[in-house]
């Protein structure tokens, strides 16, 4: 295994069934272990390994980017506000 500034460069055998297995420090670095998932994602002639908890929390952020201001939340206050409201609501 090489490291390379922040990133690691290893090689993995693919098995007969299309199997790899993940170097101990690759899967340390995504913080993955037995049972956990992986994404995949093919750019190119390229794959990017994720741990998929990871890409998941990534791809929520993304979509849900603006929509505090959007509803009118720009503090920490305005949630507070937001939440007392439904409580007395219900």
Do not use: W
């Amino acid at each position: 295994m090489q490291n390379l500034n922040n990133y690691f460069v290893d090689n993995a055998k693919v098995m007969a069934k299309g199997q790899i297995t993940l170097p101990k420090d690759i899967r340390s670095a995504l913080r993955v272990g037995t049972g956990d998932r992986v994404t995949l994602i093919c750019e190119g002639d390229h794959v990017v390994l994720i741990n998929s908890m990871d890409y998941a929390m990534k791809r929520l952020q993304k979509e849900m980017d603006g929509e505090a201001e959007k509803a009118g939340l720009f503090s920490d206050d305005d949630v507070v506000d937001m939440i007392m409201e439904m409580r007395v609501c219900k």
